[in-house]
């Protein structure tokens, strides 16, 4: 196994961070080496918010569901999926554009997830820590207003840059034959009972056994609910309308 | 600038791969560095079809609109979302689970994404080559008929693996400070306009002065038309009703 292959493995989110910065130099290499990911027709679907203002941060992170850490990090990002630099240039250049396409939405998203996931290794690579922050889509008309963010661009998620001050355990994963499946689809229900046992043995030991639950149960709350039953009418309103 | 960034920035995707096969021992530990990416709600809302069957490789070749690399490499693998698994095993647990919202399709999306990001860079990192294949969502349904995929689970992209037999250019990207935007989004028109003229150089000088295009005219029939309109209705049917 090399050392990239052993960076990717030894992945965990980071929460506390130390008061040392970033330097710029390193920071817009990390920046670069995220638009080095391959994107969809060389449409680059994304723009990044780098939010320096502290009191913006401080009201994202309330936003977000009380995050301390989004204000304290050394460096906060907001990833956004933009269709609307490429459809304007297309229009500038003649195009009859047609917007608000479900596949618009999910070129954007994923152009932006791959982006973002290679300022996360380039991060990790020279000794940052990282946390992704789904929870600002908890508010994404909020902090759309916050960020200024015009039609047709909308937050995927947030990440926190800085110098790790914890050293947390690496989270235990499926079993790569759960997820890895040869030539069809194939149930993996006994695989997620084996899992089920990993991880209840995983949150026994960080809490010294006090917490007696597994991954399908860790999961209940969030499948119990609607998740995030506005991000339909929010999308919408940004011009995605999921044709 | 360190060696793992240098990797990360001289990614280009490889469409023509050697006969040399992947060892198996190194394939598995690409998809495990797959899997420490970073996962929402740590729900690991993918799977992964190693399609193996040439006759199958030769019909996604087709289906993803005549990608001969697809049956050519040493591993091809299609990279799905997956709800299936998690809402399962939420149910199996006891959840009243509601499923189909926007947001499980978004979080889907984003996890399988950063999942392969990281496949691609242990590739990348270990000499191998790469290419996305977004083509197979040209025929989604058929593809999942093919793989057998279930309700809840849809495929996102196809990625070729395999040793380069070529060695392609960098293609460039939009400067770092059109895409990173300093506390507000700003519009980015003159930079755009710049790098229309960047890619008008890169298509001259590939093609020997042939082809006069630049980046928003080869964006232009991509918006021209309804980009791949039966995906909202093949999300649908497969139990994504994007509430």
Redesign the interface.
């Known amino acids: 196994?090399?050392?990239?292959?052993e960076?990717?493995?030894?992945?965990r989110?980071i929460r506390k961070f130390t008061d040392q910065k970033i330097p710029r130099d390193l920071f817009?290499?990390?920046?670069?080496?995220g638009?080095?990911?391959?994107t969809?027709?060389?449409?680059?679907a994304?723009?990044?918010?780098?939010?320096?203002?502290q009191a913006?941060r401080e009201k994202i992170a309330e936003l977000a569901g009380g995050q301390k850490y989004i204000a304290d990090c050394s460096d906060f990002l907001v990833f956004?999926g933009?269709m609307k630099?490429?459809?304007?240039?297309?229009?500038?250049?003649?195009?009859?554009?047609?917007?608000g396409?479900?596949?618009?939405f999910?070129?954007a998203?994923?152009d932006t997830?791959?982006m973002?996931?290679?300022v996360?290794?380039?991060a990790e690579?020279?000794g940052l820590g990282?946390c992704?922050i789904?929870g600002i889509?908890n508010n994404p008309a909020e902090i759309s207003e916050l960020?200024?963010?015009?039609e047709h661009?909308f937050p995927?998620?947030g990440l926190c840059l800085g110098y790790p001050d914890q050293d947390p355990n690496?989270?235990p994963?499926?079993p790569?034959e759960?997820?890895?499946?040869?030539?069809?689809?194939r149930e993996?229900?006994a695989m997620?009972d084996g899992f089920?046992e990993t991880m209840r043995d995983y949150y026994g030991q960080r809490t010294g056994g006090t917490k007696d639950t597994?991954?399908?149960?860790?999961?209940?709350?969030?499948?119990?609910?609607?998740?995030?039953?506005h991000?339909?009418e929010f999308?919408v309103k940004r011009g995605f309308e999921?044709?």
């Open positions: 196994m090399n050392e990239v292959i960076l990717l493995q030894s992945h989110s817009l290499e990390l920046i670069r080496a638009q080095s990911a391959a969809s027709n060389h449409v680059q994304y723009s990044i918010i780098h939010v320096r203002n913006n956004c933009d630099r490429p459809t304007d240039s297309a229009e500038r250049a003649g195009a009859d554009v047609i917007r396409m479900t596949e618009q999910l070129v998203s994923v997830a791959l973002a996931q290679n996360v290794i380039a690579s020279a990282i992704y789904g889509r960020l200024k963010l015009p661009v995927v998620f690496v989270k994963r499926l790569v759960s997820i890895l499946k040869e030539d069809y689809y993996d229900e997620v089920d597994n991954w399908s149960k860790q999961l209940s709350p969030l499948f119990n609910a609607k998740l995030r039953p991000m339909r999308l999921l044709k």
